[in-house]
């Protein structure tokens, strides 16, 4: 799978947006970009996923570049309940495989 | 709600013992999957269902052992051959196998040795 590259911690005030990038220079033509985020003992969380166009639903959006090297996703008022670990990941097949992801804080 | 349920959230296991973990979804997807998370470290696929009655090794299959006979269950038997299995086990679903659909996730089970 190709690899991808994020920041390991980021901090936020509530109801802030939060950017949170994505690298992966070595995506295929045909990998999704998917974006998933996990509290502490519990499952991870589908958050967003897409190809090439930009993307939006009720949790975040996804912003791709026009290389599709890099994403970003946004969380557009950050809350309390968003503070998790959030992974990016490339999808060729139907394996998912979680890197380190980012930390999300958010400061109250 | 639609959703995935593990059961149970904690489990423990003697040495030499068999356990299972059970894993249902009334999400009507047909493609189930179990996943093992160790601290610090991401995900590693165990087995996939693409279908009833059909499954295929992942990643680590080794001690492992599923079955499908229903759509909506997919229960994992951690054997007394994984020599190392306290890690925590995540099911989860998706309407098809295919890399532009979500997954969905249970709540995990953790299973530790006595």
């Known amino acids: 799978d190709a690899k991808t590259t994020q920041p390991n911690s980021m901090e936020s005030n509530e109801e802030e947006p939060v950017h949170l990038p994505c690298n992966h220079s070595t995506i295929s033509g045909t990998d999704y970009i998917h974006w998933y985020r996990q509290l502490p003992s519990q499952g991870p969380e589908y958050v967003i996923h897409?190809?090439?166009s930009n993307v939006n639903n009720r949790m975040a959006s996804l912003a791709i570049a026009e290389d599709r090297k890099s994403s970003t996703l946004i969380l557009h008022r950050a809350t309390l309940r968003d503070a998790a670990v959030y992974y990016c990941i490339l999808r060729s097949d139907y394996k998912l495989s979680f890197g380190a992801g980012t930390t999300v804080t958010v400061r109250a | 709600d639609g959703g995935i349920t593990q059961s149970p959230k904690y489990l423990f296991r003697k040495e030499g013992q068999n356990v299972t973990l059970s894993c249902e979804q009334n999400l009507n997807h047909d493609a189930m999957y179990w996943y093992r998370q160790d601290p610090g470290q991401g995900l590693r696929l165990i087995y996939y269902s693409q279908i009833v009655n059909d499954f295929q090794k992942g990643d680590i299959a080794e001690g492992y052992s599923v079955s499908r006979e229903k759509k909506e269950s997919f229960p994992l038997t951690v054997t007394s051959a994984q020599k190392n299995p306290t890690a925590f086990y995540l099911c989860?679903?998706?309407?098809?196998?295919?890399?532009?659909?979500?997954?969905?996730f249970g709540d995990g089970t953790r299973l530790s040795i006595l």
């Open positions: 989860a679903s998706s309407k098809d196998r295919g890399r532009n659909q979500p997954q969905h």
């Open positions: 897409g190809l090439t």
